[in-house]
């Protein structure tokens, strides 16, 4: 079922082509859509959305092959970052690429991340 920002905007969260997953860049939102000042809260929020796109489609972090991560006011916060990062993905070791960006989809919003998984 598409979500009311995939309608909007015509998009897909996730898609699904031959054997890869590929996610769509993902925020940190609290459930009422409003962005939460800390940094780490972002982070889990936006790595959760991550997790429940691949937990819905057969994949976990252990299947990640990609990840590429926008940061606004990079490099502040990496270490929060990185944290919330290596307990998502425990012992997988996906390609990764961060990006310094202006801004984001909502003021307030620091990371978007988006990955890219292999299904079995």
Known sequence: MASQWEIEYGYSDAVRSGDLLFCSGQVGLEADGSVPSDPTRQYELAFATIGALLE?????????????????????????????????????????????????????????????????
């Open 56 to 120: 819905a489609n057969g994949v976990g972090p252990q299947d990640l092959v990609d990840l590429t991560s926008f940061h606004v006011d990079y490099p502040n916060h990496m270490a929060e970052f990185m944290a919330v990062k290596a307990k998502f993905q425990e012992d997988a070791r996906p390609a990764w690429t961060a990006i310094g960006a202006a801004a984001l989809g909502k003021p307030g919003i620091l990371v978007e991340i988006k990955a890219t998984a292999r299904i079995a």
